[in-house]
């Protein structure tokens, strides 16, 4: 059984930083996707980056060039470094982990996920 532990949220003052990390517990796979997702208060969850298992990023394009996803494979764990803090950033920030094959690489695609984490807050203030 996989099991995703988030932590390192947080609040902060725009234009401030914050670094969440993801553990991954249980079988760890070669191949996969791993992603960050958030939902706002009345908002459906959505993508925020993803990485596949050769390190390729993608992210929505309100994150680009302020937020970074990385991995630490011999730790088994995700983060997401998120500088220039918006209000509009605050959510509940969830990883995911996508087994699957994917031939066409990583995507936003939640359904695809076939594991998350029980989400950690972020909350950024004017």
């Known amino acids: 059984q996989v099991q995703l532990v988030e932590s390192g949220g947080g609040s902060v003052q725009a234009g401030g930083s914050l670094s969440l990390s993801c553990a991954v517990f249980g079988y760890s796979y070669s191949s996969y996707c791993m992603g960050w997702f958030r939902q706002a208060p009345g908002k459906e969850r959505e993508g925020v980056a993803v990485i596949e298992s050769d390190g390729k990023p993608t992210y929505t394009d309100s994150v680009k060039g302020r937020f970074t996803i990385s991995q630490d494979n011999a730790k088994n764990t995700l983060y997401l470094q998120m500088n220039n803090l918006k209000p509009e950033d605050t959510a509940m920030y969830y990883c995911?982990?996508?087994?699957?094959?994917?031939?066409?690489?990583?995507?936003?695609?939640?359904?695809?996920?076939?594991?998350w984490g029980q989400g950690t807050q972020v909350t950024v203030s004017s």
């Open positions: 995911a982990a996508d087994y699957g094959w994917r031939p066409n690489g990583c995507s936003f695609t939640q359904v695809e996920y076939n594991y």
